[in-house]
């Protein structure tokens, strides 16, 4: 059984910071790309951020220069340095990865429950 917990979300005022983080717990052998997602009320789940295993990110366009996406593999986390935040940025916000529970066996993905961010004043 493997658990995504996110944390660190909360209510911030436009142009603040937040800083989430994500643990993954259970019976993980290896952890894969990892990534932050995000769905605001009445739109679709989109991407926010990913890392590879490599260390390589990818940004949405609309992040870009706001949010620094990074990881800690010896402790199976993955953070979001949110900086610049706009009432737009308000969503819950969901941590995925792609984890192999044995040598040799394919990833899985997995998800979060979620955190939620609001930015207002």
């Known amino acids: 059984q493997v658990q995504l917990v996110e944390s660190g979300g909360g209510l911030v005022q436009p142009g603040g910071s937040l800083r989430l983080s994500c643990t993954a717990s259970?019976?993980?052998?290896?952890?894969?790309?990892m990534g932050w997602y995000r769905q605001a009320p009445g739109k679709e789940r989109e991407i926010v951020a990913q890392i590879a295993s490599t260390g390589s990110t990818n940004y949405a366009d609309s992040m870009k220069g706001r949010v620094t996406i990074s990881r800690d593999d010896v402790k199976n986390m993955i953070y979001l340095q949110m900086k610049s935040l706009k009432p737009e940025d308000t969503a819950v916000y969901y941590c995925?990865?792609?984890?192999?529970?044995?040598?040799?066996?394919?990833?899985?993905?997995?998800w979060g429950q979620g955190t939620q961010v609001t930015v207002s004043s």
């Open positions: 995925r990865a792609e984890i192999s529970l044995a040598p040799y066996s394919d990833p899985y993905v997995h």
């Open positions: 259970g019976n993980i052998f290896t952890i894969f790309g």
